[in-house]
């Protein structure tokens, strides 16, 4: 992805002979709705993680009590 915005830069401003090398984004805006849509994602990731190992942890003990 940088290689292909350092591809476009450098063709948009080849003609004012510019030539970049290197660049570093500082500053991004996003969208509202792609905030909340990638926090809801992380959410549900965190939360099936831990949904896993309650039922690890709960078959565990199950086996546990029946030795």
């Not at 591809?7 to 080849?14: G, S, T």
């Not at 990638?38 to 190992?53: G, P, Q, S, V």
Request: with cysteine; charged share 40%.
């Amino acid at each position: 992805m940088a290689n292909k915005m350092m591809d476009e830069l450098n063709r948009k401003f080849a003609k004012y002979g510019v030539i970049f090398e290197q660049c570093n984004v500082t500053n991004v805006i996003v969208n509202e709705k792609l905030i909340k849509a990638l926090t809801d994602r992380t959410k549900i990731k965190f939360d099936l993680k831990n949904h896993e190992k309650d039922q690890e942890n709960k078959r565990l003990k199950l086996e546990n009590e029946e030795q």
